[in-house]
């Protein structure tokens, strides 16, 4: 059975980007690129990518995707990925991108059979994390938590979860990074 994992990194005061959806405070702490074994592991369990349109637009940009789309299978491969969006965005030539629009529980079905027997994970942002927590759909939550903070920003995850559908089942230690997996129940 798969699950839907919310894995992302966030600054020591919760915020996953800056105002500007800016991701850089991340790429500014030793091993905030990623690389890790672990991650590695993480992304082949993973059957489909799912994001809101603020942080699909911020990778294209970063990443230069649209001038360089042989960038896109080196970080997440084949797999699709929906971005839950209400604009026109632009494709990444040669990516399997579904734009998608309404509600993430009526989006499910056609989510849930594209990642067949593996697990889908849902990138960002907490606001499209927290649609997933709403409807019952979010298994994990997977932080890794930087030494940064910001003076405001998109937060990681602007939902009351309370400890009674919250349950802490590891943390450790990553270079500057400390990451926490939590379980969610409905």
Avoid: C
Avoid at 61 to 81: C, I, S
Wanted: glycine letters at 10%.
């Amino acid at each position: 059975m798969h699950r839907v994992v919310y894995y992302t990194a966030t600054t020591l005061n919760g915020f996953l980007a800056d105002d500007n959806h800016s991701l850089d405070w991340l790429f500014a702490v030793p091993g905030g690129e990623g690389g890790d074994a672990d991650f590695t592991a993480f992304l082949d369990g993973i059957g489909v990518l799912v994001q809101g349109s603020s942080t699909y637009e911020w990778v294209v940009e970063h990443e230069d995707l649209l001038a360089h789309p042989e960038k896109w299978p080196k970080y997440y491969g084949d797999r699709p990925t929906y971005v839950f969006t209400s604009r026109t965005l632009p494709d990444v030539p040669g990516a399997d991108i579904r734009f998608i629009t309404g509600d993430v529980k009526d989006a499910w079905p056609e989510i849930r059979d594209a990642a067949g027997d593996r697990d889908v994970w849902v990138v960002g942002g907490g606001d499209l994390a927290g649609q997933f927590a709403d409807a019952g759909l979010l298994d994990e939550i997977r932080v890794s938590v930087a030494p940064a903070t910001l003076v405001s920003g998109k937060p990681l995850l602007p939902r009351n979860l309370g400890s009674d559908r919250l349950t802490l089942q590891a943390v450790r230690q990553m270079g500057q990074f400390a990451e926490l997996t939590f379980s969610i129940s409905s």
